[in-house]
């Protein structure tokens, strides 16, 4: 596509009298790919790399005889933790949708909403990868109208970032066309990333699983500015400070620590601020915060300041700065060793469970252990207001699960996230039991 007038030329050509927009898409020509190749209804010929013939073997989270397996599988749309700001991560992979003709698009539209239902109470961003939508893949133009229609309120209140990668004049395009149904308040959400190095700034590029054409694609558009304007790689991580506190192994903090316990000082100050101004704020830690704020607060603790939440009476940026020293751990608190354990957690009897929690983390360093007591004691008084706050043990697992543990790749999976959600509930469940010893 040359042009966007062009692209104007054929949605003109195309309208019809009674439902203008209805066929339009059908005979859009989008930017052609060299490599196309689609998923057969067998997954075993895939016909991708075998990177995403990995990842999708490993498959769908869901069991074979659940009602959206046929598309699950596909892993078209996944959730990756949280971003920097403490907000939950949707991801929608284009090139993993197959040929119109093997997909029931109104089913994916039903399964997004499915997978959203669990998150959309709390704030989100949605990244949209659009690398791999081509003729023989792209919905038609009155399904997308439709779909956008379906999205009442309970789905665009608490979206906080639509994030378009790699956009082309046709996305730029579609939107443009779209703009008189799209609200002024949710266009200003929408924002365009052209390379995968500029998401560093919203979410961590190793947490999501992005697939092998979609970085391909990425190497194959830089390599093609010129030097002068060819984009950075993030520069290795410098030792920290003296004073750090967020990236730094709770080993180190420790050792730096006054504290008898050896509980971090942003632990302690947050956790101590939300026991006494939080407990009764309805959807703590659903949140998020002022992104400067967060970067201020931050700044503060790695040069060694005190900070003081009482002055800034601010209960949602304690919560996320909580969230985020978690998520910023060179090794999540239930540490690596644990994570296939964790991940296999479901299959254990009930009965059984209080026992193989406490033997999971008997196997924690004790500044770990110290530390999850600390933070799991402190959600029980959360659960324990949940009338009041709506931050019951399930929702508490939602959201600090993916902060708990990450695999060593620190990429997230809904067929991952969903066992470690488990088990946080399990340990918030019993965590009498667990910490009585």
């Known amino acids: 596509?040359?042009?966007?007038?062009?692209?104007?030329?054929?949605?003109?050509?195309?309208?019809?009298?009674?439902?203008?927009?209805?066929?339009?898409?059908?005979?859009?020509?989008?930017?052609?790919?060299?490599?196309?190749?689609?998923?057969?209804?067998?997954?075993?010929s895939i016909g991708k790399s075998e990177t995403d013939i990995k990842q999708l073997g490993q498959g769908s989270h869901l069991a074979w005889d659940d009602p959206y397996y046929d598309i699950a599988r596909h892993q078209i749309v996944e959730v990756a933790?949280?971003?920097?700001?403490?907000?939950?991560?949707?991801?929608?992979?284009?090139c993993r949708m197959p040929p119109h003709h093997q997909l029931d698009h109104q089913k994916l539209l039903m399964y997004l909403k499915h997978t959203l239902d669990q998150y959309v109470e709390s704030d989100y961003t949605l990244i949209y990868f659009h690398h791999g939508l081509t003729g023989e893949n792209k919905p038609s133009l009155s399904w997308l109208r439709d779909a956008y229609r379906e999205f009442d309120r309970k789905y665009k209140k608490n979206i906080k970032a639509l994030v378009i990668v790699h956009p082309t004049m046709f996305i730029r395009t579609l939107?443009?066309?779209?703009?008189?149904?799209?609200?002024?308040?949710?266009?200003?959400?929408?924002?365009?990333?052209?390379?995968?190095?500029?998401?560093?700034?919203?979410?961590?590029?190793?947490?999501?699983?992005?697939?092998?054409?979609?970085?391909?694609?990425?190497?194959?558009?830089?390599?093609?500015?010129?030097?002068?304007?060819?984009?950075?790689?993030?520069?290795?991580?410098?030792?920290?400070?003296?004073?750090?506190?967020f990236g730094v192994a709770l080993s180190v903090l420790k050792l730096r620590s006054a504290d008898p316990e050896g509980i971090p000082v942003v632990m302690r100050d947050t956790i101590e601020f939300l026991r006494t101004q939080g407990l009764e704020m309805e959807g703590i830690f659903r949140r998020s915060a002022n992104v400067t704020l967060v970067k201020t607060v931050q700044e503060k603790y790695n040069s060694g300041?005190?900070?003081?939440?009482?002055?800034?009476?601010?209960?949602?940026?304690?919560?996320?700065?909580?969230?985020?020293?978690?998520?910023?751990?060179?090794?999540?608190?239930?540490?690596?060793?644990?994570?296939?354990?964790?991940?296999?957690?479901?299959?254990?009897?009930?009965?059984?469970?209080?026992?193989?929690?406490?033997?999971?983390?008997?196997?924690?360093?004790?500044?770990?252990?110290?530390?999850?007591?600390?933070?799991?004691?402190?959600?029980?008084?959360v659960s324990a207001q949940s009338e009041i706050n709506k931050m019951n043990n399930s929702n508490l697992a939602v959201v600090f699960g993916p902060n708990l543990l990450w695999g060593q790749d620190a990429a997230m999976t809904l067929s991952a996230i969903g066992p470690i959600n488990n088990f946080t509930r399990s340990l918030l469940d019993n965590q009498q039991e667990v910490f009585s010893a």
């Not at 002068?228 to 004073?243: G, I, N």
């Not at 239930?334 to 296939?340: A, P, S």
């Open 1 to 44: 596509m040359s042009s966007a007038s062009e692209i104007l030329v054929d949605f003109q050509d195309d309208l019809v009298a009674d439902d203008a927009p209805s066929n339009a898409l059908d005979h859009l020509k989008l930017s052609p790919m060299e490599d196309r190749q689609w998923p057969a209804d067998n997954l075993a």
């Open 305 to 381: 300041e005190e900070v003081n939440f009482g002055e800034m009476e601010d209960v949602h940026l304690a919560a996320v700065i909580l969230k985020t020293f978690l998520r910023e751990l060179p090794e999540p608190l239930l540490t690596y060793q644990l994570y296939n354990d964790i991940i296999n957690f479901q299959n254990v009897d009930k009965d059984a469970q209080v026992v193989t929690i406490q033997n999971l983390l008997a196997m924690l360093p004790q500044e770990n252990y110290a530390s999850l007591k600390y933070l799991i004691l402190f959600l029980a008084e």
């Open 175 to 245: 939107l443009i066309l779209f703009k008189p149904l799209i609200s002024f308040k949710f266009g200003r959400k929408i924002s365009y990333i052209n390379y995968l190095s500029e998401l560093d700034e919203l979410v961590k590029c190793e947490q999501l699983v992005i697939p092998s054409r979609v970085r391909e694609y990425d190497d194959k558009i830089r390599q093609n500015l010129k030097p002068s304007a060819q984009v950075l790689k993030s520069p290795p991580r410098s030792p920290p400070t003296p004073y750090q506190q």
């Open 81 to 94: 933790g949280d971003d920097n700001f403490g907000r939950k991560v949707i991801v929608f992979n284009a």
